[in-house]
């Protein structure tokens, strides 16, 4: 139980475009999803938190023009990257929280690259 | 700010050599800490959340232990498909923490036969 699917697992998009990731929970409802990114050998860093149905709080420092969350169901959210730039390459990873527990289930993670 | 340090950063063992990893926390009123495991270019996959001092968590050669300050993932006799990046992460209390995770920078384990 309590698996997350993210999609795409990769993509490369060139300067300027936008990118759309997707992360599902695929057997349990999620009011809660996370957002974060990772570099090369470093921790994860949280983005935002999505609640289903209300705007995305963003941790501080991170753009909320540039990073657009959405979660319009129990069981999708989705991060767009806009107008990405070289330096928005990364790993980008959800997670998803089961309503009345604590812990979060992560997806598998998006290697974003942008040439 | 909560913080979270891990240590050691590396760990190479004799497959069967038993070690422990530890995390290191402040936190404004722990609400739980949690363990983690990440295989390279992979998701973390959760492994145990621990609530108050003195509980302890087993699952298959691991086990978790936690203080007031700080907790231990215990390795008994480790094989080499234990090999992999463990993460710790805390979860503040009260209204203020919501339900973000802190995590640290991890511990890269490598067992080796």
């Known amino acids: 139980g309590a698996v997350v699917s993210q999609h795409p697992s990769w993509v490369i998009c060139k300067s300027g475009t936008s990118v759309k990731i997707e992360c599902r929970s695929l057997d349990f409802q999620a009011t809660t999803m996370f957002w974060y990114r990772q570099f090369p050998k470093q921790s994860l860093m949280l983005m935002a938190t999505?609640?289903?149905?209300?705007?995305?709080?963003?941790e501080q420092g991170v753009e909320k023009d540039k990073f657009l969350i959405n979660h319009a169901s129990l069981t999708l959210s989705t991060l767009t990257v806009t107008s990405a730039h070289p330096e928005d390459s990364s790993f980008y990873i959800c997670s998803a929280r089961v309503t009345g527990r604590d812990e979060q289930y992560f997806g598998p993670g998006t290697r974003l690259t942008v040439t | 700010e909560d913080q979270v340090t891990q240590s050691p950063e590396a760990l190479r063992l004799q497959e069967g050599e038993s070690s422990s990893l530890n995390c290191s926390y402040t936190v404004s009123g722990l609400r739980g800490l949690f363990w983690y495991r990440q295989d390279p270019g992979k998701g973390p996959e959760f492994l145990f959340t621990l609530y108050s001092a003195g509980e302890e968590k087993e699952k298959e050669r691991l086990k978790a232990t936690l203080t007031k300050k700080e907790s231990f993932l215990h390795i008994t006799a480790p094989k080499p498909e234990d090999s992999a990046t463990y993460l710790c992460?805390?979860?503040?209390?009260?209204?203020?923490?919501?339900?973000?995770?802190?995590f640290g920078t991890g511990t890269q384990l490598k067992v080796e036969l």
């Open positions: 992460a805390v979860q503040a209390g009260g209204t203020g923490g919501g339900n973000k995770l802190t």
């Open positions: 999505s609640n289903e149905g209300s705007k995305a709080t963003y």
